[in-house]
């Protein structure tokens, strides 16, 4: 998967709602000044997406991300996409539950 990569700096606003959707135990210091969308190159009329944080003490991979086009951004929760190979390794979609474009996949392989 070729990424869209078109940047973004992330506002005082998004930085405060990420933190907050995130709960008390998540870090700003660890969240991303800038980010670049992580999504397949897109028409510019569909978001950008862009992920900040896994929520601390999920065991199910929740995570916030940014979603932002030239007009607005906005954080939210999303699920990871889980799927499964034809062999006998879970592969796992590092995107977002329901993202749109093409997937971009991790092994759970050990090697």
């Known amino acids: 998967m070729s990424a869209c ?4 700096r992330l ?13 008390p135990e998540a870090d700003s210091d660890e969240l991303p000044t800038y980010v670049t969308c992580e999504l397949d ?3 510019t009329a569909q ?14 991979g929740k995570a916030v ?3 932002w086009n030239g007009k607005r951004a906005l ?11 034809q062999g006998d390794a879970e592969e796992i979609c590092t995107l ?16």
């Open 11 to 23: 506002s005082p606003t998004a930085i405060a709602h990420t933190l907050t959707l995130a709960g």
């Open 47 to 60: 978001n950008h997406a862009a992920h900040l944080v896994f929520l601390p003490d999920d065991t199910e």
């Open 96 to 111: 977002y539950v329901d993202h749109p474009h093409g997937h971009a996949w991790r092994s759970t392989r050990n090697y």
């Open 5 to 8: 990569a078109t940047p973004t």
């Open 75 to 85: 954080t939210q929760l999303k699920g990871p996409r889980l799927e499964c190979d």
């Open 41 to 43: 190159p897109h028409d």
């Open 65 to 67: 991300w940014l979603l």
